[in-house]
């Protein structure tokens, strides 16, 4: 039988709709790209905005109404956040939350045994424990995403992820090692380590700290390359940044999650840090990991944001000077505090200032690219298109583009010294040395 796969959201996600992935395929189940052509759908949700809803529900109308056969098993975020809304679609016949994923394959048989809808959302816990998942493979990738942490009990006034992932569970150190391992035993040479609120890892483990999952991942034979998803900047030490910079394999690109430059919409936000330490957070980085890649998420039209609490972070985004800004809108969120605040700020708007934000730090964005002409680094090459380049990333995460000609073979898989010669929209160019 085939199964189709659809993920939306983190890195988180994809990790763990690959999990589900190779346990559906040792189970002798083939996979289809292609939902009209499937026996089964895996749908693993996100719901961060409330676009991300929608686009779930239209996904699921689509396939049911292209393929009325198909089996459709929805998983994650939306249905643990918003369990009666994911029950209100009638299309969905198996419907399991964020916390018993590793389920799936077991529910998809007893479906396909006994044609009864299932549904599972498990409540989460203070006392829950990490979803045991390990993934020796990443599906058409050439870096691997490792889970090592779940959970968050930040709870920003905007975020719903708190109520859809539970509180903060991490995976020990001894595991980690053992499935980077395999993954470098299968010819990968970058992982990336990924968790919902990554720098929380350890919390739950008495005196262990992301810091010594970063360690234990770059003492692994044969990985080249360790690096971090988003971290929250409220959470790095000074030890933590001197310990990094003694670990040759460590990436120097972080993405610290900014969300705002002004401090009374911080505060509003219920973020736990000051723009005055964010600052002083980026220049330690700097200095201690040169020409490292900072880049951030920030959002616009949050509740209660002035114009001038907007420029205000505009003005702020431009002083750090960031390698790339992810802009997007506030989603209002039922069920977050942020959602009864007043003086909610228009679609129109919002997107005004997104338009404004993202003009105001595309300059930082060339101004980065051009910084590295003249370099030479190492590049991990992830693909080649059909005939004109070869396509990779430098350690700090520089995309690179070297010309390919129609004889090359694959540069796939190879890290390779390029000479980076140009800076072109959202790329560098370069040559091999």
Not at 152 to 170: F, K, L, M, Q
Not at 302 to 323: N, W
Not at 355 to 369: G, H, M, S, T
Request: aromatic share 8%; glycine share 6%; hydrophobic share 35%.
């Amino acid at each position: 039988m085939n199964i189709y796969y659809c993920t939306f959201g983190c890195k988180v996600n994809q990790y763990e709709t690959e999990n589900i992935r190779q346990a559906m395929s040792g189970l002798g189940f083939s996979e289809t790209d292609s939902p009209a052509l499937a026996d089964i759908c895996v749908i693993n949700t996100c719901t961060v905005t409330s676009s991300a809803d929608k686009k779930l529900r239209q996904t699921v109308h689509s396939i049911k109404k292209s393929n009325p056969n198909a089996v459709i098993a929805l998983m994650g975020c939306f249905p643990q956040a918003f369990r009666d809304a994911a029950f209100s679609l009638s299309e969905a016949d198996i419907i399991i939350g964020a916390s018993n994923k590793t389920k799936m394959p077991q529910y998809i048989q007893s479906y396909l045994s006994n044609r009864q809808k299932i549904r599972d959302i498990e409540p989460h816990t203070a006392n829950e424990q990490f979803e045991n998942m390990r993934n020796f493979i990443s599906e058409g990738r050439t870096r691997a995403n490792v889970k090592i942490e779940d959970g968050c009990d930040c709870y920003c006034t905007y975020c719903i992820i708190p109520y859809a992932r539970g509180h903060v569970r991490s995976k020990p150190l001894s595991e980690i090692k053992q499935e980077i391992e395999q993954l470098a035993r299968n010819g990968y040479k970058e992982i990336v380590l990924v968790g919902i609120n990554l720098l929380c890892y350890g919390k739950d483990l008495n005196g262990v700290r992301l810091i010594d999952a970063i360690e234990t991942a770059c003492s692994v034979e044969g990985i080249s390359r360790v690096r971090l998803s988003s971290l929250e900047p409220e959470l790095i030490s000074d030890d933590d940044i001197a310990r990094m910079a003694a670990l040759p394999k460590l990436c120097p690109q972080f993405h610290l999650s900014l969300q705002s430059g002004c401090d009374k919409t911080l505060k509003a936000m219920n973020r736990k840090y000051l723009t005055s330490e964010y600052e002083l957070l980026v220049r330690k980085l700097r200095s201690a990991f040169p020409n490292c890649a900072v880049t951030t998420d920030i959002m616009v039209g949050f509740a209660g944001e002035t114009e001038e609490d907007f420029l205000r972070s505009v003005e702020f985004a431009k002083r750090i000077g960031f390698a790339k800004v992810h802009i997007f809108p506030y989603s209002v969120r039922q069920g977050t505090v942020a959602a009864k605040m007043p003086n909610q700020v228009t679609k129109s708007e919002k997107m005004r200032r997104a338009k404004i934000l993202e003009e105001a730090v595309r300059a930082d964005r060339q101004a980065f690219l051009q910084s590295q002409t003249g370099l030479t680094e190492e590049v991990l090459f992830e693909k080649d298109d059909n005939c004109d380049f070869h396509h990779g990333y430098t350690k700090n995460y520089t995309p690179v583009r070297i010309p390919k000609k129609s004889t090359d073979a694959s540069l796939r898989w190879q890290e390779l010294s390029v000479r980076i010669t140009g800076a072109e929209d959202d790329f560098c160019t370069g040559e091999l040395v």
